[in-house]
């Protein structure tokens, strides 16, 4: 299983960017998408969740910003961000949580990051 992920770069603050992650290898279904962002010196932290259900989850610091969304059909989880600030600079990742796939499950699966810089 291989997450791919696309749609950082640099933009200015109060802009916007578009992340997308595709997930592929035979898979079945997936539990849970989510995007988590690691800044320069910081912990990796949850960004924003979504089940196969649609459930949201998101952290305090992006909600009425940011915007997650998934296709189902496509394995791939989107995610919107509008307003941006110079404090989301980050490198994003996708991660993939409880993967059925023909074969096997799989727990935990991360893309490879996209960096997305705000400039001020």
């Known amino acids: 299983v291989q997450l791919q992920a696309s749609g950082g770069g640099l933009v200015q603050a109060g802009g916007s960017l578009r992340l997308s992650c595709a997930a592929s290898g035979s898979i079945r279904s997936i539990d849970v998408m989510g995007w988590y962002r690691q800044a320069p010196g910081k912990q990796r932290e949850l960004v924003a969740t979504?089940?196969?259900?649609?459930?949201?989850n998101y952290a305090d610091s992006v909600k009425g910003r940011f915007t997650i969304s998934r296709d189902n059909a496509k394995n791939t989880v989107y995610l919107q961000m509008n307003s941006l600030k110079p404090e989301d600079t980050a490198v994003y990742y996708c991660?993939?949580?409880?993967?059925?796939?023909?074969?096997?499950?799989?727990?935990?699966?991360w893309g490879q990051g996209t960096l997305v810089t705000v400039s001020s």
């Open positions: 979504i089940t196969s259900g649609g459930s949201i």
């Open positions: 991660n993939a949580d409880l993967v059925r796939t023909y074969w096997r499950n799989y727990k935990d699966r």
